[in-house]
């Protein structure tokens, strides 16, 4: 072989072994993309649906797109960035107002995620997961100046680290704070408590005007799991609520009396529609293998009512009455037998939030 085809060669299997590597990256172009259609110009929305794994359940969590991001929860209050991990799905939705609508074209901008009609009027698309990266995801109609069109990133993760919680009292958020924790949560261990932000309900304004607190989620409300990695929901206490009766009136003797979580439960289940709380079977009472835990689905919007009463005697001894204690762990995965090595755990990473409303 002479020397020029010896050079030809090497420069052809340079260029294929460099075209391979462009084809194996995550975040070369896409070629799957669905064949784009003349489709006519007509305003739309569009909302996604994500699929949630969670400990024993599946949930679908649905998000609107507004003012350039897509809102989550009851209220639309939560922003978050799509991410598709093996353990969910995102399917989305396009919606038009008007007339004359005849579905939107699809792109997904690289190769780590496709996009996948799911109809004939191109009005539901899925994202499928092929690697690691992130892909911007266009959905459009129309031409020229008479385009529509919505545009956002969506990343293909599996790991996501959970930076907190947060919670919401009559739409009002709290951040439940990271606290310092021995092997246990005692009692009286350090943690935060926000006082007065429990109303009283002496003066009674009807269960349909009681407090509602909300687990939003976690932060990121996209975040995952590492893994091995596992969600202890604590009950140090349970979460102590007078027992009011139809008028709000507190049953009582001497003292005040109190429901625990069946009886809250009851209460949320007869008067208050959207309630979606955690029954008692998911709370952990010690750190240790054979308990249960959750994972980061479990923990968006899950809601109920709460209340407190304040007493000048006729409740039973003066003072205020009412608390909901929550305490979140999150820690890695240990080889142990029995109950949980927590001084290795935090040596790895573990943390404790903890937060008392009353």
Known sequence: MNASVSTLCGLLTGLLAIASCGRDDPLSPNRHNPA???LPAANFTLRVLDGERGRDSAYVFEGVWREGAFRFGPDALDVMDLNLSADNTLVLDLISPGTGFE?????SSARCIDIVPEDAGRTRYRLERVAEGVSTITLWNGEGEQRHEISFPVTSREEIPIEGFRIRLDGQAYEIPLVESAGFVEPNANYHTRSGVLRDVKDWPGWEKLQVLELAGPVPLNATLRRGERIWLYELAPSYLPLLDEKGNCFTGNWPSFIEAEGIDAINRAHYPSYR????KCFARRYAD???YLLPADLRERRELVWKVHSEGDYGPRGDYGAVDLCL?????LDTAGDYDWPLALERGA????IRLQ
């Open 103 to 107: 579905g939107v074209n699809a792109a």
């Open 351 to 354: 943390k404790c939030y903890r």
């Open 277 to 280: 709380w955690f029954s008692p």
């Open 329 to 333: 762990v999150v820690c890695p995965g």
């Open 290 to 292: 054979d308990e249960p």
């Open 36 to 38: 784009e259609l003349p």
